[in-house]
């Protein structure tokens, strides 16, 4: 992935280069798409600033399309730098979103974000109520909504992301050994 990452990127520069800081209406895709692309290359502080950029043309033209997934993306931003009362505005506003557009990317991306906010409230609780409203589901939930939401939409980041997150859950589960299994009955057995 990396290269490939790394090779888009490029293209997204350039891209962004031949709008020559024009507010066209669907630059706001090619902000969340470069956003994406460096989200999955780790370069966070890069991605975060795309999402926020993606949000203001949004909100300025009005365009609906790729909204949902820049709110979403800088919903998630805003609670990795502790603004709980941002990243609720931008989850809000997500929430809207995705009903109004009803893309299968932008839900699934939607869901990835709703599952990574909802893991990040776990790992260290949250005091916001207004994000533990947005978010009844739990983690797992919302990347079973997320795959589902894009079953027909083949390589999708997002979604190879929720899949991980449920393998790992998975494999978090107890195991129980036949040696364990008759040591705990063993008087049940001999009944």
């Not at 995705?98 to 974000?113: H, M, R």
Request: hydrophobic share 45%; with cysteine; proline share 2%.
């Amino acid at each position: 992935y990396q290269g490939k990452f790394a090779k888009a990127c490029s293209f997204f520069k350039k891209a962004l280069a031949l709008l020559d800081g024009r507010e066209w209406a669907f630059a706001v895709w090619i902000y969340v798409h470069y956003g994406r692309t460096v989200y999955a290359l780790e370069d966070h502080l890069t991605a975060g600033a795309l999402f926020d950029e993606a949000c203001r043309i949004a909100e300025k033209t009005g365009v609906l399309a790729g909204r949902t997934a820049a709110e979403t993306y800088a919903a998630i931003y805003a609670l990795r730098a502790a603004d709980e009362a941002a990243a609720a505005r931008h989850l809000k506003n997500a929430i809207v979103y995705v009903e109004k557009c009803a893309s299968p990317l932008e839900t699934s991306i939607f869901y990835f974000g709703c599952m990574t906010i909802r893991l990040l409230l776990d790992k260290s609780p949250s005091e916001s109520e207004a994000l533990q409203k947005l978010l009844p589901e739990n983690a797992k939930e919302y990347a079973h909504l997320g795959i589902k939401s894009a079953k027909n939409i083949p390589d999708i980041y997002e979604v190879e992301e929720m899949q991980a997150v449920l393998r790992s859950n998975f494999s978090q589960k107890d195991r129980y050994y036949a040696s364990e299994l008759y040591s705990k009955n063993k008087w049940f057995m001999t009944e």
